[in-house]
């Protein structure tokens, strides 16, 4: 929800263990380093222990990504198996051929010493990864150990990596497991991050998601290593959750008030439940929680926008209604036809009937049907078809043609119609459909170092949105200046601040620099 309100390309705290975002803290260094050489040993066992959510299946993806070409690995996750199934998966994840429908434990060993050998003979190093580890039996776990057994004269053939939490170091200490035990030959227990590398966890995971803007104030840092008890999964969750409440805030960043409630949450505390701050959100209103957000938000940033809120005070309730209807003295099926016609009069032109958006690109236009929320729309700025619901659950379409901080104006039917953002926002798919006029470029997508006339029309729009004059002469190329002016208005109109100019960007800097095309709002001056 909040990727776009944040200028993110992806979700920062997310707790699927993608190797991308691992932060290499001393500790996680010293497991990967103890990992590499157990894959690379001579084969036996290579224990990593941790607590949960200490980031081990993260390590270990981190692994894979740098495990030799030579090795075939093997991975399981799921280790609740009995010896026989046990042999049957490893059999399966190295694609070890047995007779079929075979029970037999002695007859799985033999395909698996089969396989061993060959892959050896091959120069192949055959790796097993048992994640969850602590979840083994011991009937398991000393079957495990047998097929540590098959060896050549010089080396183990079969390398076995175990994850588990740290109950699997006690379960190895047991004295019937004491032979297994002595064949660990590398063994890490991966613990919980400091209080000084809390901070640079949280912003290392903001800059591979795209943050260009400090979302978290590093005076927060102590207050989320207190939290989370340094644990990286427990951070992500607790940061996740913050940064949800301060998105349905309209905040800037996280502070302390939004931090401890995001962690009364995570943590359950039923206390919290009745002021929570994620109680609109989950409630489904996604759409009524945008528009509040995004009139919260000009509240907040516009000193002008506090007078407009007295002055709407002032105002009969009555003065916008709290819902907009199809008009009666129309049928509901011309709702289509009438919306569109109003949509091609914004563009000074006439709606024939049919496929509008074949209509649309007769007079140089694009068509550009989604589904969005208020700011999308806020950002866009083009009058848009909506499809649209009144209470008796009756589905209409009418043209959007202004919005400002407190309305939204359609034109329905032959008439035009005010009401207020709440309505609006209730009342709304979120579907939409709007035209746009297709820039004069040849490329659908603009990269630094490209230059030509596509790129002269670049620097143009980007000159003409600060109000400068365009660079004199051709041939200006997309270097890295041009990117960060790139970036900033992505950022600015909430698209992903990526530097490459595609044709969702190329729209809005088309909009934007563009006076001539029909607008929801309009600068103060503009005419």
């Known amino acids: 929800m909040y990727q776009s309100y944040f200028g993110l390309a992806e979700e920062p705290f ?94 799985y060993i033999d395909c698996i010493n089969a396989y061993l050998l060959d892959a050896h003979a091959r120069g192949r190093h ?19 150990r047998l097929l540590t057994n098959l ?28 032979q297994l035990a002595q064949r660990i030959i590398a063994r890490y227990h991966l613990g919980p991050l400091g209080k000084q590398e809390v901070a640079a966890y949280v912003q290392h995971r903001l800059v591979v998601a795209g943050a260009e803007r400090l979302l978290f104030p590093l005076a927060l840092m102590g207050q989320l290593y207190r939290l989370s008890g340094g644990i990286p999964r427990i951070i992500n969750v607790l940061c996740d959750r913050a940064l949800l409440g301060t998105y349905a805030q309209s905040k800037e960043r996280v502070d302390r008030a939004t931090l401890k409630q995001a962690a009364r949450e995570v943590f359950h505390n039923p206390a919290a439940q009745p002021r929570s701050m994620m109680r609109p959100l ?18 907040q940033t516009r000193p002008q926008a506090k007078a407009e809120v007295q002055a709407a005070a002032t105002k009969p309730a009555a003065a916008l209604p709290d ?59 083009l009058p848009a078809v909506l499809l649209m619901q009144d209470r008796q659950g009756n589905k209409f379409n009418a043209t959007l043609t202004g919005l400002d901080n407190q309305s939204a104006t359609f034109a329905l039917g032959d008439a035009s119609r005010a009401v207020s953002l709440g ?13 746009w006029r297709m820039p004069p470029v040849a490329s659908k997508k603009l990269r630094p170092g490209d230059r030509g006339p ?3 029309w670049l620097a143009g729009q980007l000159a003409q949105l600060h109000g400068k004059a365009a660079a004199s002469g051709k041939g200006q190329v997309f270097d890295a200046a041009m990117m960060r002016e790139v970036k900033q208005f992505q950022l600015a109109q909430g698209l992903v601040p990526d530097g490459a100019v595609g044709l969702q960007t190329m729209m809005h800097l ?7 095309v029909p607008k929801l709002h309009r600068e103060q001056g503009a005419k």
Not at 153 to 178: D, F, S, T, V
């Open 454 to 456: 596509d790129v002269d």
């Open 510 to 516: 088309s909009v934007a620099a563009d006076k001539t």
């Open 151 to 178: 060896e050549t004269n010089q080396r183990k053939l079969l390398q076995i990596i175990l994850l588990g939490q740290p109950e699997l170091a006690a379960m190895l200490a047991r004295p019937e497991l004491r």
């Open 282 to 299: 989950l409630a489904a209103l996604l759409l009524v929680v945008l528009a509040g957000a995004t009139y919260q938000l000009l509240v």
């Open 14 to 107: 997310s707790i699927a263990p993608d190797p991308r975002y691992l932060y290499m803290s001393q500790r996680h260094q010293e497991a990967l380093a103890h990992l590499l050489y157990g894959v690379n040993a001579g084969g036996g066992f290579v224990l990593l222990t941790g607590e949960v959510g200490a980031g081990k299946t993260t390590v270990c993806r981190c692994l894979l990504e740098q495990i030799p070409e030579s090795c075939d690995v093997a991975y399981i996750f799921n280790p609740k198996l009995t010896v026989e199934e046990l042999l049957s998966t490893i059999c399966a994840e190295f694609g070890v051929t047995c007779p079929s429908g075979n029970t037999s434990v002695k007859v």
């Open 126 to 144: 055959t790796v097993l990864i048992i994640d969850e580890a602590q979840n083994l039996s011991a009937d398991v776990l000393e079957q495990l």
């Open 323 to 381: 819902v907009l209807e199809w008009p009666a003295s129309y049928p509901l099926s011309r709702s289509h036809e009438m919306a569109y016609a109003s949509l091609f009069k914004a563009w000074g032109s006439s709606y024939q009937g049919g496929d509008e958006c074949r209509q649309a690109e007769a007079i140089g236009l694009r068509c550009l049907t989604a589904r969005g929320g208020l700011n999308e729309l806020r950002q866009l700025n």
């Open 423 to 435: 309505a609006f926002a209730e009342q709304w798919s979120g579907h939409y459909t709007l035209l």
